[in-house]
C-alpha cells in the first residue's frame, strides 16, 4: 500500500442551450496521486511500483433527461504500472507486470426516462 495517496475533483458549470434544450454546459478535471508501493507481500525493489499522477478531463451538457459528454483519460499519457508479480513456479526470476491505460478518450451520452 502506498504511503501516499490523494486525489481530488473539480467541475464548473453554467446555464446553457444546446439543440434548443435548456441545461448546463459543463467541465471537469479530477486528478488522482500515488506514491511508490510494494505490490508483493515479499518487498523486493524489482516489485516496487513508481509513484505517479493521473489527470482526467471531461466537458459535456446536462438537462433533466440527458447528460452528454466528452473525456479524456490520463491525459498526459503517463507511463505508469498498476501491479507487478513475482513469477510462480520456482525461482525464474520472471517479473509480470499490468500496465496502466494509456491516454484514452471517448464520449458518453445517457438518457433518462
Known amino acids: 500500500m502506498s504511503e501516499w495517496a490523494a486525489s481530488w475533483g473539480a ?26 508501493w510494494p505490490s508483493n507481500p515479499l ?21 433533466g433527461r440527458l447528460d452528454s459528454f466528452v473525456w479524456l483519460r490520463n ?7 498498476d501491479l507487478l508479480l513475482a513469477g510462480t513456479g520456482g525461482n525464474t ?8 491505460d494509456p491516454r484514452t478518450f471517448g464520449g458518453t451520452i445517457k438518457f433518462s426516462f
Not at 12 to 25: C, I, K, M, R
Open 11 to 36: 467541475e464548473g458549470n453554467a446555464p446553457g442551450v444546446l439543440f434548443g434544450e435548456t441545461g448546463q454546459l459543463y467541465i471537469g478535471n479530477d486528478a488522482s496521486y500515488r506514491s511508490d
Open 43 to 63: 518487498p523486493s525493489i524489482y516489485t516496487t511500483v513508481g509513484g505517479y499522477s493521473l489527470r482526467n478531463f471531461r466537458v459535456g451538457f446536462r438537462t
Open 75 to 81: 491525459a498526459f499519457d503517463q507511463n505508469c504500472i
Open 93 to 100: 526470476g520472471l517479473i509480470a507486470a499490468q500496465v496502466g
